[in-house]
């Protein structure tokens, strides 16, 4: 078995600073084993060197990089390999289940082949059986079964395999050549939370069927808790703290961990309900006494009624994306729509900003049929604003954020000195003082700020009504809070209601009013929060609640009859 | 707060950024020698034919007023040797540089608008208008460009501006595809939708988003089409299809053809004009690889 020491491990980068070229230290100074068999999480946000530390034991690194300190991989040193030795470590010693597995497989080719590729290069020595076709078919199969897929599903092409299966294909591509260390880097990430909790049981059962080391990257502390024993916490390429993974959980100790453990609530806690570390809703209950409430008044703002939308899909026929959906947001009232990628919850939200067109039914605005006319639905889109998901896309790389903010109000000609709404805006969205952030261009802003921008984009056109898809699912935890805080906020202090779509329950336990799930196109449960999360009536929600990792169990033990179930049900989906 | 001086102020925002953006890219750019060198040479000859009527003025092309020798060799009064009709080939070349890359401008000009507009129409429009667009571009990319020019400029007559015409009428096709694909690029960004949802028209999607976004490629493009216009020029003009009166470096080899100084082993007659036409396109296509590595870093060092 091998053992995997970090002695004093420093990585830095030669690249373009502002001042000039410069080095930077994406790694800095970190010592860490990995004793054969064990389990290690590698905690931190974007940025901490996290993902550079773990493709470095791999000799991955782009040419810019330069490795000081020793990798010892077994008692060799990774750096000073020969190029040979390297390419037959890589793989056979050591392999990696890469970050986005839809980026990851090759879109032209079929999966089972992309997993006999790693075969076919290693096929030398005690594996030089894999030069017959009728082996490399064998152990693909094998594999196969491993990652819990059916042979069949070897023949597919990457677009046709759903986000679980591709990862469970990435898992298979990884132990193809039976290694002795995976790394994986956010393999849940771009999942959501069933497929997540199926490939984590994955990795879980993998770990502990074939004694494997295992290093696990993630942001979330939750999902490293329910694989790893020991949890390891990065900032600015430094370890901040380390220790096993329920004392990390429970208590920990450094600032930053604190920050990461707070940032996904537990569901149930009545301290994290509508409030957050910046900020606490009035009617929260934990509310500071004193704060009174200021009430607003509360009418239908956006509904949709018997809304349906269909695409015509090659092959299969029409897929109802939204299946005759009733759905009423009132304003005042943070309303959270929750559901699994693929549920329609996008494409619900693109047909009440009118981005789509429905195909059956109608959305109203404050009692009145939405039209499709131009005009009717420019004087709609003034009065209801959209958030986009990834504020890094949503934003023109070439303005600046005075005219990405300033772009609304110059569409609708709005009243009043220019400067001064774009000003009253960044200020409404917490970007202070507004002016310093006037010429800045969106790269030169952190997540959180574009985010930010984006809302302030949305908030000059002074709107009644905030539709917000996935707003922190691309931010790091410790902003995710600061935005979320933000969205209350302005719920509770101007009485902007919001439909804010989301994967994550923990959200909607933050902040929501109410929570809608949806499920194949249809509302399945709605109610009050407390009602749904707490006391969930239709089956789907308790499948959804019952694979959130928490703190105090889990995921790895926690509801284990319904994930199998749920695992089987991926498993026999069909070819998407 | 008033609101003049408010606009004034933004306006100065984005010229400061505009000016260092473009300090940025001129860095870059001459960090690449060879886009360099071809810079170089382009303002040097560019520079030679805009001043050339204060070193050599226009009679000394007249046949009439000449006093060297037909067919003289090369020699210390006449560098470049002497045409058939005893006119200098240095005079004349400098002379024909004009023709030659007025021509290539404007011509590149032309097509280069057109390409941009129809490119970015058939990119942001759908349906019908899309679909009729690019059947309009599919038979421009297929018709074969020197003959429509030989038609073009039988049916409009000979001259500098029926060549400019049938060269940007001809040329602007491959332009419009890659300004099309490049304006799909951008519009699946969801900063358009977000233009969208703020409730923006084509018109605004178009002028704020997309021109802005297909510009940088379409300047790339330019320095690449007029190296090509050029050469169209020389060959449109070696056929008999420019203005006879005017000296261009490709009527410079037709009249080398016709009076028999290319197979008279009159070599300087021949050679300067073809050189010229192959160091200039070779410039062009140089500054533009260098834009283009600016613009796309992806490109750079391959």
Redesign the interface.
Known sequence: MLRLEFRDVRITYTTQTASGRGEIAAVDGVSLVVEPGSTVGLAGESGCGKSTLAVSVLRLLPANAKVEGKILLGDENVSELSWGRLRSVRWTEASIVFQGAMHSLNPVRKVRDQIAEALIIHAKGVDAQYKQESARTARVNELLEQVGLPKAKGLSYPHELSGGQKQRIMIAMALACDPDLIIADEPTTALDVVVQAQVLDLLTALVRDRGLSLIMISHDLSVLAATCERIVVMQEGRIVEQGPSLKIMRNPQHPHTQALASAFPVIGDLSSRLKLPTYTAPNAPHAEPGAASVPHESRPALAARDLSVTFSARGSGAVRAVDSVNLTCNTGEIVALVGQSGSGKTTLARTLLGLQKPTSGEVLFEGTPLSHKRKALKVYRRAVQFVLQDPTAALNPKHSVYEAVAEGPRLHKLDGDERDIVAAALAKAELNPPEKFFTAIPQELSGGQRQRVVIAGALALEPEFLVADEPVASLDASVRAGVLALLLKLKCELGLGALVITHDLGLAWNIADRVVVMYQGRIVEEGPVEEVLLNPQHEYTRRLLSVVPTRESPVATAGAPLREQALENDAQDGVR | ?S?PA?QG??IN??A??RRQRAVEVWKEFASNRAGLTGLIILVFVIALAALIPLFAPPSVLDVTQVTSPQNDPPSLENPLGTDPAGRSVLALLIWGARISLVVGFAATLVSMLIGTVVGMAAGHFTGATQAVLMRIIDFFLVVPGLVLAIVLSSVIGPGVATIVVAIGVTSWAGTARLVRSQTLTVES???I?????????DG?VIT??VL??VMPLVLANTTLTVGSAIIAESTLSFLGLGDPSSISWGAMLKSALDTGAATGGYWWYVMPPGLAIVVVVLCFTLVGRALESVINPTLRGR
């Not at chain 2, 939708?193 to 028209?201: C, H, P, Q, S, Y």
Request: charged share 25%; aromatic share 8%; net charge positive.
């Open positions: 707060m609101a408010a102020k933004r925002v984005a400061a950024r960004r969801p900063y939708e977000r233009a969208w949802a703020l409730g923006a028209g605004h704020k988003h802005p976004a």
